[in-house]
């Protein structure tokens, strides 16, 4: 059964950093795309970025390039976000989900889904 738990949110200021974790548990990670996302409310869920199973393949969403970093360790079936410079408008729940390649970085292309792990950005 694919299990996949979000860890890492918080209260931090603008210019903050955070390191988001996403356990996953039920396959083996390495054959999967990954991929977070975020919904803020009254927002769609959104793309943030994406790693591909074939050559670790990443994908950011043009609001977080160059400040966030994902990345995995499959020794530990754990993917993570990194988070720096992070903007008010950061501030959303954000999601881990998995699925099968190839997908695009899009909610309606990945199955199974973390809780979420709420991430505010305030001074």
């Known amino acids: 059964q694919v299990q996949l738990v979000e860890s890492g949110g918080g209260l931090v200021q603008p210019g903050g950093s955070l390191r988001l974790s996403c356990a996953a548990s039920?396959?083996?990670?390495?054959?999967?795309?990954i991929g977070w996302f975020r919904q803020a409310p009254g927002k769609e869920r959104e793309g943030v970025s994406c790693?591909?199973?074939?050559?670790?393949?990443?994908y950011y969403d043009v609001s977080v390039k160059g400040r966030f970093t994902i990345s995995r360790d499959n020794d530990q079936n754990t993917v993570y976000l990194q988070m720096n410079s992070l903007k008010p408008e950061d501030t959303a729940v954000y999601y881990c989900?998995?699925?099968?390649?190839?997908?695009?970085?899009?909610?309606?292309?990945?199955?199974?889904w973390g809780q979420g792990t709420q991430v505010t950005v305030s001074s």
């Open positions: 989900a998995t699925d099968l390649g190839p997908t695009r970085c899009h909610p309606g292309d990945f199955a199974s």
């Open positions: 039920g396959f083996t990670l390495d054959d999967y795309d």
């Open positions: 790693i591909s199973s074939l050559d670790d393949i990443t």
